[in-house]
């Protein structure tokens, strides 16, 4: 991964992951591809314990000495801000973009359900959702910690980071240095397991491929057009858009620059399991601070999911129609505003935006439908797929906002050249 323009490109690691997603499609196809998954699939779950072990513990260390280096309350503040009306804005252009997709395909019209004769529902508008600002605050910083909790502890690490930015000299390089040191370990360790991506992405397309097959891409072809169509304008065209003018950064050098955490997020499908490849591409070859890097992408990590707001907006709004429930602007407008907070409740892991997706149900009043359960479960066959393509759509967000917030913060040389 370090930056090695001489290097051959068999021994450069995106080409590598790339060939190894290919030999596990590949073999997957084939008809040994069932019991190949049974004996290696595991490769690709070790990979994956492997990736989520390190998760916390590089969290923890980074945010804390990201934000204690930030020196000071009013730097932090300062760069919450910024980050924040990045991740704000890019996630309602995409929740938006899903919103126009689903108008033009109307994926939900003709459903089989509507011809069962059950009463379509009405929709109602939704209830006080406090609740989300609570899953910000631990009451148990160490519960949080060992469940991991993303949003609990990021909100910890950033007031105990402020805490530490503001303690005297003496003290403060006491804990700075110990988290720095810590952080230092947390990346050596990170950099020796991506070294081992080529085996862990094989495995997982395997078992992927080996056990479904490309079958499921047969129904709910419509849904699939929306969703993809959406991902695709916020991917190329959005968030190009937003590094360009907000950032005066090249699209094209970032999206080179980000080759391997995009492929990373494709195969793996979390965001979480992708951070410590985020992380070191956006330092190493973007070019971004450890100071400005270390506050926005955990952070983008957990709440920032462009893709995902993208999906629970098309995906609402087609359980709905499915249903043959009457879609008005004021229902329109609900399902934007509570898909942007759906994309930051759900979890960095594979699939937490089909959980989610309850949360839209419930604010326009068919969460309990028995018929969208169904319906869920429908998308759920299909959803790995899409997953891969939310994922990776929501990894570059992230890294587009640390180029951008690094660029507001005044940095040089952010995406200057390709690094390979
Ligand atoms: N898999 C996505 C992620 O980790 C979340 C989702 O299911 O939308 O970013």
Redesign the pocket.
Known sequence: MEYNPGQEWYKRLHWQVFIAMLLGVGIGLTPAGGPFADYFGWVGTLFMRLLKMIIVPLVITSIIAGVASAGGGRVVGRMFGKTLTYYMASSFLAALTGLILFNIFNPGRGYPVTDTGAAAPDLDTPESLIDLIYTLVPTNFFDAASQGDMLMIIFFCIVFGVAVATLPEGPRTKVTDLVDALFKAMMTLTSGIIKLLPIGVFGLMLTLVGATGLKAFGNLAQYVAALGSGLAIHFFITLPLLLYFWGRVSPWKHAMNMREPLLV?FST??????LPVTLKTVREKVGVSDRVSSFTLPMG?TVN?D??AV?ECVGALFIAQALGADIGFVTQVVVVFTALLA?IG??????????VIFIILGAIGIGDNPEAMLIVAAMLSI?RPL?MA??AV??YSDSCAAAVVGKWEGEEGIDEEIRT
């Not at 499908?269 to 992708?274: I, K, L, R, V, Y």
């Not at 759900?346 to 959980?355: E, I, N, Q, T």
């Open positions: 997020a499908s979390s965001s979480a399991a992708t990590a999911m893709g995902t999906m994309s759900a979890a960095a892991v594979p699939s937490a935006g089909l959980v959803d997953d939310r994922t929501n990894v």
